[in-house]
T-cell receptor
Framework: GENVEQHPSTLSVQEGDSAVIKCTYS??????FPWYKQELGKGPQLIID?????GEKKDQRIAVTLNKTAKHFSLHITETQPEDSAVYFC?????????FGKGTRLHILP | DAGVTQSPTHLIKTRGQHVTLRCSPI?????VSWYQQVLGQGPQFIFQ???????GRGNFPDRFSARQFPNYSSELNVNALLLGDSALYLC????????????FGDGTRLSIL
C-alpha cells in the first residue's frame, strides 16, 4: 500500500523567513496530494492541494510543487507569520482513502 | 455555511464497552470518511462511505463498523473497546468519493480507562 514519508518532524523559522516541508510517496498510482494544517484542539484544515497533472500550484504565501518522476512533493510557505505555527500534514491519495505523513510541527520564532 | 460537525466532542469509556460517534457532513457533500488520529501521528483511514455504501476500508479490526444514513450523516461504532482505541476520531466529508477535497470536523476525543 501507499506510504508517505514527511520531513522534518520539527521546523523552527524566524518570522518573515520561508519554511519548506518535504514529502515522498511510494505508490506511483497516487494522483492527488493535499496539505493540511492542524492547530491544537482542531481538526486538520485543507490549505492547498495539487493533482498529478500539475507541477506547481500557488495560493498567496503558500505553494506546492510535485515531482512525479521522483515521487516527491513539497510545501513552501513564504513570509511566515506567527499564525503559521501549527502541525502540517502532507498526504497522498489515488481515489478513496487519504494516506497521511506523520506531520511537521512548525514553530515561528519572533 | 456549517462545516463538518461531530458529536460528542469528548467521551470517556472503560475497556469492553461500546461507543457510537456521529458526524454530519457539509451540506451537499455525499461522501463521509472516518479517520483515527493517535497523539503525535497523522490521521489513519478507517472507512469511506458514499451514497450509503461502504467504498473503502482501512486496516482496522471488525470491532470497527460504520454506516451512512439517507441524509448523508454517518455513525462510527466501536465494540469491545481496548486501551489502544484511545484517540481523536475524525470525520471528513467531500462532494463525492473520487479525489475530491476532504474537509474535516474537529473530531471526538475518545479516552478509554
Amino acid at each position: 500500500g501507499e506510504n508517505v514519508e514527511q520531513h522534518p518532524s520539527t521546523l523552527s523559522v524566524q518570522e518573515g523567513d520561508s519554511a519548506v516541508i518535504k514529502c515522498t510517496y511510494s505508490d506511483s498510482a497516487s494522483n492527488y496530494f493535499p496539505w493540511y494544517k492542524q492547530e491544537l484542539g482542531k481538526g486538520p484544515q485543507l490549505i492547498i492541494d495539487i493533482r498529478s497533472n500539475v507541477g506547481e500550484k500557488k495560493d498567496q504565501r503558500i505553494a506546492v510543487t510535485l515531482n512525479k518522476t521522483a515521487k516527491h512533493f513539497s510545501l513552501h510557505i513564504t513570509e511566515t507569520q506567527p499564525e503559521d505555527s501549527a502541525v502540517y500534514f502532507c498526504a497522498a491519495s489515488k481515489g478513496d482513502k487519504i494516506i497521511f505523513g506523520k506531520g511537521t510541527r512548525l514553530h515561528i520564532l519572533p | 455555511d456549517a462545516g463538518v460537525t461531530q458529536s460528542p466532542t469528548h467521551l470517556i469509556k472503560t475497556r469492553g464497552q461500546h461507543v457510537t460517534l456521529r458526524c454530519s457532513p457539509i451540506s451537499g457533500h455525499k461522501s463521509v470518511s472516518w479517520y483515527q488520529q493517535v497523539l503525535g501521528q497523522g490521521p489513519q483511514f478507517i472507512f469511506q462511505y458514499y451514497e450509503k455504501e461502504e467504498r473503502g476500508r482501512g486496516n482496522f479490526p471488525d470491532r470497527f463498523s460504520a454506516r451512512q444514513f439517507p441524509n448523508y450523516s454517518s455513525e462510527l461504532n466501536v465494540n469491545a473497546l481496548l486501551l489502544g482505541d484511545s484517540a481523536l476520531y475524525l470525520c471528513a466529508s467531500s462532494l463525492d468519493r473520487a479525489n475530491q477535497p476532504q474537509h474535516f470536523g474537529d473530531g471526538t476525543r475518545l479516552s478509554i480507562l
